[in-house]
């Protein structure tokens, strides 16, 4: 039962253009949603995140988009560049009784062209 | 300030035998959690500390794996016996007390374990 769903294991962007990440959940109780970057034997690092009473941030060269109604967040990298290339996970978080836990996709991997 | 680290970064042992991998977290993160990726599929939660106490177990495996915090600093998980379907990499993270943007949680390296 995967409540976060990332449906394109790969995606192929030529350097400059822009990147669109997405991100489909089933959980309406997720409150907060983040992206995560992975290089190889790395852990993930901490992107951007956006919380559910919002429907956009930004920063930098990324930004998040929230459809709340339709259970859909977006990641918008612009411009792409080379050192972008990871793997790209979207979690959401849940915060129950005091404990938090993230429920992640299965990760998207962005390969951006010179 | 040093991020999340984590002993040792890989780990090969036979089956039926016993790991210990440990977690530091960033000094001062109350908040301590541990998660499993299995096989290149998502990266799925074990658990979550606030400081010593086990806030919610509800995705550790059975109980092969046990996981302390002693004195709410660094945390140990534990599998004993090892089976060939525990391999993975183990992820460890922390995060401050809940408050405004404290949901981000910041992850160590990762241990990856192979059993055989």
């Known amino acids: 039962d995967q409540q976060v769903k990332q449906n394109s294991p790969s995606l192929s962007v030529q350097e400059g253009r822009i990147s669109i990440l997405n991100c489909d959940y089933t959980?309406?109780?997720?409150?907060?949603f983040l992206w995560y970057k992975k290089y190889p034997a790395e852990g993930p690092t901490f992107l951007i995140s956006i919380s559910s009473i919002k429907d956009k941030n930004e920063d930098g060269r990324f930004t998040v988009f929230l459809n709340k109604s339709a259970k859909h967040l977006s990641l918008h990298i612009v411009p792409s560049q080379p050192g972008d290339s990871a793997v790209y996970f979207c979690a959401a978080s849940e915060v129950l009784q005091g404990a938090q836990k993230l429920v992640f996709g299965q990760g998207t991997r962005l390969t951006i062209n010179p | 300030e040093a991020g999340v680290t984590q002993f040792p970064s890989h780990s090969v042992i036979e089956k039926g035998q016993t790991v210990t991998l440990r977690c530091d977290p960033i000094s001062g993160h109350d908040n301590l959690y541990w998660y499993r990726r299995v096989m290149g599929k998502e990266i799925k939660f074990l658990l979550h500390?606030?400081?010593?106490?086990?806030?919610?177990e509800s995705g550790m495996p059975n109980n092969r794996f046990l996981a302390e915090r002693t004195g709410g600093t660094y945390s140990t998980l534990k599998v004993q016996p090892a089976e060939l379907e525990d391999s993975g990499v183990y992820f460890c993270a922390s995060s401050q007390d809940f408050g405004l943007s404290a949901y981000e949680q910041y992850f160590g390296p990762g241990t990856r374990l192979t059993v055989t």
């Open positions: 959980n309406s109780m997720f409150d907060y």
């Open positions: 500390f606030v400081k010593e106490s086990k806030q919610d």
